[in-house]
């Protein structure tokens, strides 16, 4: 725990200004409730060429909601640092609940992997942003670095599992009904 305590203590002494206050803040913001991740779902269910994606984006989040949020949170129970060394003053309102794993970098890996096994186009581009959520998570001392690397990790894996199921229907349904074809 003192190792978690001392990366959180070198980017409070070494990296904090205005600039990056206000910027990890936004940033943090983006995903308040998976919000980008589910407004760029949306914006892809609209588009034929990449509904599937959309909805294996959708898929995923709810996915990852249930295990990380409402199942491992719990059944884990690490406290926040910004609870145990309460003497920071947190730029952003302190979001309760449980650390481990982080809800934000699971929800923004879950949403990159599918991006990535669908091949969509502006991949890199989410993944850069998923990266700067999970960053600012620790930046804003919410959370513990080994909460945003757990919550990476099983995103990814959520997105893979997501892709693969999502995949497992689009051939069942495909088999049913051969003369409709991939209608997703």
Excluded at 51 to 72: D, N
Excluded at 79 to 86: A, E, F, L, M, S
Excluded at 118 to 142: E, G, M, N, T
Aim: proline letters at 3%; a positive charge.
């Amino acid at each position: 725990m003192n190792f978690e305590f001392t990366i959180l203590d070198f980017i409070q002494n070494h990296m904090r200004s205005g600039f990056m206050d206000v910027f990890m803040k936004t940033i943090t913001k983006t995903d308040d409730s998976g919000g980008i991740w589910l407004v760029l779902a949306v914006l892809l269910i609209i588009s034929a060429r990449y509904r599937k994606t959309g909805l294996t984006v959708i898929l995923a989040l709810g996915i990852e909601i249930l295990l990380c949020g409402k199942i491992l949170k719990p059944l884990i129970g690490r406290v926040r640092p910004c609870d145990i060394n309460t003497g920071i003053q947190l730029l952003i309102g302190n979001p309760g609940g449980y650390s481990f794993p982080s809800g934000h970098a699971a929800s923004s890996f879950t949403a990159v992997s599918v991006l990535y096994s669908d091949r969509f186009r502006w991949r890199r581009c989410f993944l850069v942003l998923a990266i700067l959520i999970s960053f600012s998570r620790i930046y804003l001392y919410v959370h513990f670095a080994t909460d945003v690397i757990a919550g990476a990790i099983l995103g990814f894996a959520i997105g893979k599992f997501s892709c693969a199921m999502m995949e497992k229907v689009i051939r069942m349904t495909t088999e049913k009904n051969p003369e409709r074809g991939n209608t997703i």
